[in-house]
């Protein structure tokens, strides 16, 4: 009798596990974004027939199939327009996250145009084929020698304009 209360037993366990559903335990490793490939501290150029346009120097680079990561990186960017006076741009940030040709750049970004502007923020998105370089946080910014402070930046490097939000302009009159 024992016997056929064990089999019973059984087969009523059997039964309601059939029906309970289990979680699949498998990673989807289709639905992850995995690295192609990762360098440690590149060197990377941009050529084109003429000439070097595009330097990035980072500590560690990382590359997704659609997007780019950089880290404590370093871009200059060669004036390939002749009728701009300048010669070139640089871009410094803790992380770079590029996705076609937009740049985001997060934490102690910089960003240098030759020895007239000088751009300190958090956040800065520039796009390197409209170049235009836009943000929503404070920022400091010197033009020659003169500060300019506020927050909302635009700016539109192929017509030289500048607009912010809560702007604070101090013009340096010593200079001549």
Do not use: C, W
């Not at 498998?26 to 590149?42: C, I, R, S, Y």
């Not at 502007?117 to 520039?126: D, V, W």
């Amino acid at each position: 009798m024992g016997i056929k209360s064990f089999i019973f037993i059984l087969l009523l366990i059997a039964v309601a596990s059939y029906f309970i559903p289990v979680k699949n335990l498998e990673k989807n490793v289709m639905g992850k974004d995995l690295p192609l490939v990762v360098f440690e501290k590149p060197v990377m150029y941009t050529l084109d027939d003429k000439s070097v346009h595009r330097i990035i120097i980072a500590e560690h680079a990382v590359k997704y199939e659609k997007r780019d990561e950089m880290f404590d990186d370093n871009i200059t960017l060669k004036n390939q327009d002749s009728t701009k006076d300048y010669k070139n741009e640089n871009l410094k940030a803790d992380l770079i996250i590029k996705r076609a040709d937009v740049y985001t750049l997060t934490n102690n970004v910089k960003y240098k145009r030759d020895d007239f502007i000088k751009l300190n923020t958090n956040e800065l998105i520039y796009d390197d084929i409209k170049k235009i370089a836009k943000n929503s946080k404070p920022f400091e910014s010197i033009y020659n020698t003169h500060l300019f402070k506020g927050t909302n930046l635009y700016l539109d490097i192929n017509n030289d304009n500048i607009t912010a939000k809560n702007t604070h302009f101090e013009i340096d009159l010593t200079k001549n």
